[in-house]
């Protein structure tokens, strides 16, 4: 029988206070922060949605683990444990650990990627689009075209436009370092990416003579969609799908804070051998010595067991149950979500849910600082303040307003997911009341950190 529960596949050994505070408090505290989330202080929040990136709650097994570490300068042990984990994983034989993700992306574009050059994906990730652009190269989002309709329901909303990369390479021909795709896809929703797309976009790359590369953080999540959406995987163990996914490509960068199940971490691994030693000479430059790279050996140690237990079909069948638990929730409130509801995350529709505030007023952010005001729900604007802003400076609405409301792995229960969306319904029902807001101070780049907003 099909229960309405979504069992929490552990049990809880640590715990820490869920912090509470006034509206009247926190309306104090948005006043100080310049109505940006990102400057609020996680004492004042209750619910803290704002990413699934770091805030991972670690097992038993990955705290006993980081205890018998071996913190030795070269040659660690845990290294060693680290690196066997990635290839017996991922199938790559070289395994190159960074302090994150965009320790990984920085390493491997500053070798790689010069001026003028064009590098596609699925959709960047914004540090992924900022350290391309920083470089001078064009990064270009070849998402398809379901994958740009909130409203489409479809399996694989992360899926290349196998055509357009087609005339992409034909066009760019000599200028493309190297095609990526993110799996699943962030900024298109969490949305994954199905293994006959990967299989084309491979097959592409091969015809070409271009290097495929996955942003492969959530690599898991992608995984469990394709056992339980894509035609003929729904037998298959999750491990061997991740198998299939990287045999496609030819190396993966990798956050590990997310399906690492870590605070801390990232990789890059490759199938081949020819960048590696520039990269490793650069990582002693930038980041550490190749056995650590930035990290403490007790930092790859919960990363090596991480990579295992995010692959137990138990957990991510949690994982998306508690996803989709959140998004039915919101959508029986009358609040437009992203379809279907992505692996890591739901992302709110603003543009939809408040059609009485312009782009230029960033509907999205005024949801996430009410989500904020009224129940301490901290969110995560991706609309028109992480992307309206060209390079040149002029103002282009981004395609999408919307939301996100990030889970972190292993963190909240049921119940607290029911507390929040009673809190969301009945910002919903008053939601005519919301006013926007304007930018009064920003940085040149990545602006959604840092900007200072005020009420309009
Ligand atoms: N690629 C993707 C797809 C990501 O989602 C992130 C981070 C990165 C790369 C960069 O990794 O943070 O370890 O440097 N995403 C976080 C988020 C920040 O909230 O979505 P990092």
């Known amino acids: 029988m099909q229960r309405r529960s979504i069992i929490e ?24 922060a310049g109505w940006n989330l990102f400057n609020v202080h996680a004492a004042d929040v209750t619910f803290d949605l704002l990413t699934d990136s770091g805030t991972t709650a670690m097992s038993a097994a990955q705290w006993g683990a980081m205890m018998v570490a071996d913190e030795s300068y070269a040659g660690s042990r845990s290294f060693y444990r680290f690196e066997e984990v990635v290839r017996r994983i991922t199938g790559y034989d070289h395994v190159i650990p960074t302090h994150q993700g965009r320790a990984a992306e920085h390493l491997l574009f500053s070798l790689h990627v010069r001026a003028g050059d064009h590098v596609p994906s699925n959709n960047h990730f914004d540090t992924t689009r900022a350290n391309l652009e920083q470089l001078g190269a064009i990064a270009v989002d070849l998402v ?22 087609e005339a992409f390479l034909v066009e760019y021909s000599g200028s493309v370092p190297f095609v990526m795709t993110t799996i699943t896809n962030n900024t298109g929703g969490g949305q994954p990416v199905s293994l006959a797309n990967l299989r084309a976009v ?10 495929f590369l996955l ?3 959530r690599f898991a999540e992608n995984a469990w969609f394709i056992k339980v959406r894509e035609p003929g995987q729904t037998g298959r163990d999750v491990r061997e799908i991740a198998r299939d996914m990287f045999d496609l490509a030819d190396g ?28 490793r000479s650069r990582l002693i430059l930038t980041e550490g010595f190749p056995t650590y ?18 692959l137990d079909e138990a957990y991510l069948e949690y994982r998306a149950g508690v996803t989709s638990y959140l998004a039915d929730g919101l959508g029986r409130a009358g609040v437009p979500t992203m379809r279907p509801p992505g692996g890591h995350a739901v992302y709110i529709d603003a543009r939809a849910l408040l059609p009485h505030i312009p782009p230029a007023e960033f509907p999205a952010q005024a949801f996430a600082v009410e989500c904020y005001r009224a129940e301490g729900i901290r969110s995560c604007e991706i609309g028109s303040v992480m992307f309206g802003k060209q390079p040149d400076g002029t103002f282009v609405p981004a395609a999408m307003e919307l939301v996100r409301f990030a889970i972190p792995r ?8 029911d507390y929040m969306l009673e809190g969301i319904t009945e910002i919903v029902d008053r939601r005519t009341e919301l006013r926007g807001l304007k930018i ?3 940085p040149p780049f990545l602006r959604h950190f840092t900007a200072r907003f005020a009420p309009v």
Not at 410 to 417: C, G, K, N, P, S
């Open 202 to 211: 491979s097959a592409l790359c091969r015809r070409f003579r271009v290097p």
């Open 293 to 310: 790279g930035g990290l403490a050996a007790r930092d790859l140690e919960a990363i090596a067991v991480g990579l295992d237990e995010v």
């Open 440 to 442: 009064v101070d920003e």
């Open 410 to 417: 292993r963190v909240y229960t049921q119940a607290h997911f």
């Open 9 to 32: 596949p552990f049990k809880i050994k640590i715990v820490e206070p869920l912090p509470r505070r006034s509206v009247a408090e926190r309306e104090r505290i948005l006043e100080a």
């Open 144 to 165: 398809c075209a379901e994958g740009k309709d909130p409203t489409v329901d479809h399996p694989f909303k992360g899926n290349v436009d196998v055509g357009r990369l």
């Open 215 to 217: 942003d492969a953080c």
């Open 252 to 279: 993966c960068l990798v956050s590990a804070k997310k399906d690492g199940l870590v605070n801390i971490g990232g990789f890059i691994a490759l199938r081949g051998g020819t960048w590696v030693q520039d990269l």
